[in-house]
């Protein structure tokens, strides 16, 4: 279940984007525990808040095209990494993120 913005208590700005990674496997399909350094580094999470926009240089905002509860495909070595209260999140520009799981 996501986190929400308010228990994380961070607001995004401009075109920011948080994202809560959804927990990685630690075992494969075959039963075999897989150690943390030989884990591939999640690349799919939860959108839990979006900042209110880029703003353009006519002084306007550009709209975000994602909205909290969407599940994305990020990069994996974008972004910022932030852990809080046991749960790990992912502040990423929305421009950096790959697609939208439908």
Same mark, same amino acid.
């Given at each position: 279940?996501?986190? !929400?913005? +308010? %228990? ?5 700005? @401009? ?9 990685? @496997? =630690?075992? $494969?399909? &075959?039963?075999?525990?897989?150690? *943390? +350094? ?6 799919? &999470? !939860? ?7 880029? +703003?353009?240089? $006519? &002084? +306007? #905002?550009? @709209?975000? !095209?994602? %909205?909290?509860? *969407? ?7 974008? &972004? !910022?990494?932030?852990?809080? =209260?046991?749960?790990?999140? %992912?502040?990423? @520009? =929305? #421009? ?5 799981? =439908?």
């Amino acid at each position: 279940m996501p986190a !929400t913005a +308010t %228990k994380l208590k961070l607001k995004p700005l @401009a075109d920011k984007v948080v994202i809560e990674i959804d927990p990685e @496997a =630690e075992q $494969s399909s &075959g039963g075999i525990f897989i150690p *943390d +350094t030989a884990r591939e580094k999640p690349q799919r &999470g !939860t959108v839990i808040a979006v900042g209110p926009g880029k +703003t353009l240089d $006519s &002084g +306007t #905002r550009e @709209a975000m !095209t994602v %909205k909290p509860g *969407d599940k994305v495909l990020f990069p994996k070595y974008g &972004g !910022t990494d932030l852990k809080h =209260e046991g749960v790990e999140y %992912k502040i990423v @520009a =929305e #421009r950096d993120i790959l697609g939208v799981i =439908e």
